[in-house]
């Protein structure tokens, strides 16, 4: 955090959107925000998107993560970083997202790996 004239601190919120795989082979894009003003080792938290998939709105959560002093990474379910408003297709999104315990597991976990390689 900074200080501006006011006396007020403020964030300096970075973003990246970083591609990474999981273990079944799907290729992954999340979403890191971070205080470009804090140094050193900072708590790493994972946001998980709702039903429609890697949004603004999750997008939004982690940037004001990130103003708290988090990492905070948005992590992608879906793959691609596909993103939907009809809900017959964010059922499909999410049925084959968890169609089985160990292909959200892996998905989770290749996010929690990306998290942790984070400087």
């Known amino acids: 955090m900074s200080a501006t004239s006011d006396g007020l601190a403020h964030a300096e919120i970075q973003i990246r959107e970083l591609t990474y795989q999981s273990a079944d082979g799907t ?3 999340g979403y890191l925000a971070h205080d470009g003003a804090q140094q050193g080792p900072r708590p790493g938290i994972l946001v ?3 039903f429609w998939g890697l949004n603004d ?3 939004r959560r982690a940037r004001e993560l990130a103003a708290l002093g988090y990492v905070a990474l948005a992590l992608d ?3 691609g970083g596909q993103v939907t408003t009809d ?3 964010a ?3 999410m049925q084959e997202a968890t169609a089985t315990p160990q292909v959200a597991r892996q998905r989770f976990e290749a996010a929690m790996d990306l ?3 984070q400087p």
């Open 91 to 93: 059922v499909a999104l």
């Open 57 to 59: 709105y999750i997008k």
């Open 77 to 79: 379910m879906y793959g």
């Open 87 to 89: 809900p017959a297709r």
């Open 115 to 117: 998290l942790l390689r």
């Open 27 to 29: 290729e992954l894009r």
């Open 48 to 50: 998980a998107p709702e």
